[in-house]
């Protein structure tokens, strides 16, 4: 029998649940190599090019990033009950459908256009689709999937940042994206369609026998509200430090070169704090580990505002906000099932990440705007660490 066809998920042999994840964690790399993380190399090439603004073309990216947050609730639904291969093969070609309108805009409405599509395309596509199916497939084990699958996402701008500044080295930025928006096709089209369940099978009967939560019941309860605006606050405090930490240390007088360096190894930090999140026991109260997070968030950014130098302290003290971010990544996405359990997940969790992935999206604007609103980017910090420490007051209600 074709592994496509086992009734069970949980009856997969180790050697094909091994495969599938391996697809799903490839597809997560070009997935996010292609649909993210290339504009953010491309955008300052786009706007020379066409003589739009930076912020227009980032704010273009912006809005297709808030269409994926609620599209999100949309396939979340169809990935509960519906065809897993279906809904991600086709989350690929609305994804490169997108690039080709953004390749061919003449004008920033069409360029707006193709983001929007590209969008919905990644709601299809990204964290939230992987981890349904992930939740779906691999239940207990999900903790340790969603840590593989994210550890493979973040080497997306890794591998991407210099695949796509080379492309525009030799080509224009129209040629790129077709370039980019072919290679999303034959490559994670196929990969999605082979390596995902044609249908899922009929849940366990323990699974079955558990209270069936739908997404009208869970909002109605002040758990979840509780839950997403500590996710929101935590959210947006990591994203709106982290993401403007190039002009934080170029205002404690670090070189834009080593302020950049610091930059990267944040993002090494990510990766560090998967890691430990998968290594630590989870049989604690849920709210706990969003509370964990909370508190080093609060602890690290206020460290990032008071902590005058030297530069190697404040590259240090920036990995370890970076490892609590790339941990943070992990609990919002384990926060539906460990407190709703499995049934309904992508439903539910869709209409949860709604809101913290919008607020995500805009995270490239958030620490400039705090540090206008507040003079400098050391007085953002303060402001980012005493909204993690809103998070953290919330998340013992959750």
């Known amino acids: 029998m074709s592994f496509h066809a086992r009734s069970d998920a949980t009856d997969l042999a180790p050697r094909v649940r091994r495969w599938r994840l391996a697809g799903l964690s490839v597809g997560q790399v070009i997935s996010w190599g292609i649909l993210y993380y290339a504009l953010i190399v491309a955008a300052p090439v786009i706007a020379a090019d066409t003589g739009w603004s930076l912020a227009t073309v980032m704010l273009a990216f912006s809005v297709g990033l808030i269409t994926s947050a609620i599209a999100g609730v949309l396939v979340g639904r169809w990935l509960d009950e519906g065809s897993p291969r279906l809904v991600m093969a086709t989350g690929s070609g609305v994804g490169a459908l997108g690039l080709v309108i953004v390749s061919t805009a003449g004008d920033v409405p069409t360029f707006t256009i193709g983001w929007i599509v590209t969008g919905a395309g990644q709601s299809a596509v990204l964290y939230q689709a992987a981890f349904t199916v992930i939740t779906r497939r691999h239940e207990a084990d999900r903790r340790r999937a969603m840590t593989v699958v994210t550890l493979a996402g973040g080497l997306a701008s890794t591998m991407f940042a210099p695949l796509v500044a080379g492309m525009l080295s030799v080509l224009d930025w129209r040629a790129t994206m077709l370039a980019l928006a072919l290679a999303l096709v034959v490559t994670t089209t196929p990969l999605h369609w082979w390596s995902l369940e044609r249908m899922w099978p009929p849940r366990p009967a323990r699974v079955a026998e558990e209270p069936h939560h739908t997404v009208s019941t869970v909002l109605r309860t002040r758990r979840f509200w509780a839950l997403e605006l500590s996710m929101i606050a935590v959210a947006a405090s990591l994203y709106s430090v982290t993401l403007a930490i190039i002009p934080l240390y170029t205002e404690r ?70 490892a609590v971010r ?63 420490v809103v998070g953290l007051a919330l998340a013992r209600f959750t």
């Open 253 to 322: 007088g670090m070189s834009f070169q080593l302020a950049a360096w610091g930059l990267g190894l944040l993002g090494a930090g990510q990766v560090l704090g998967r890691l430990v999140f998968v290594v630590l026991p989870h049989a604690a109260s849920p709210w706990r580990p969003l509370a964990a997070t909370a508190a080093l968030a609060a602890l690290t950014l206020g460290l990032l505002a008071l902590v005058p130098g030297p530069p190697w302290l404040l590259i240090a003290i920036g990995v370890a906000a970076g």
């Open 326 to 388: 790339g941990a943070q990544t992990l609990v919002q996405g384990a926060a539906v099932v460990d407190r709703w359990g499995a049934r309904s997940y992508g439903a539910i969790n869709g209409a949860f990440a709604a809101p913290v992935t919008a607020v995500t999206a805009i995270g490239p604007a958030l620490g400039p705007v705090l540090a206008l609103g507040t003079g400098s980017y050391a007085a953002m910090g303060l402001v980012a660490a005493a909204l993690a």
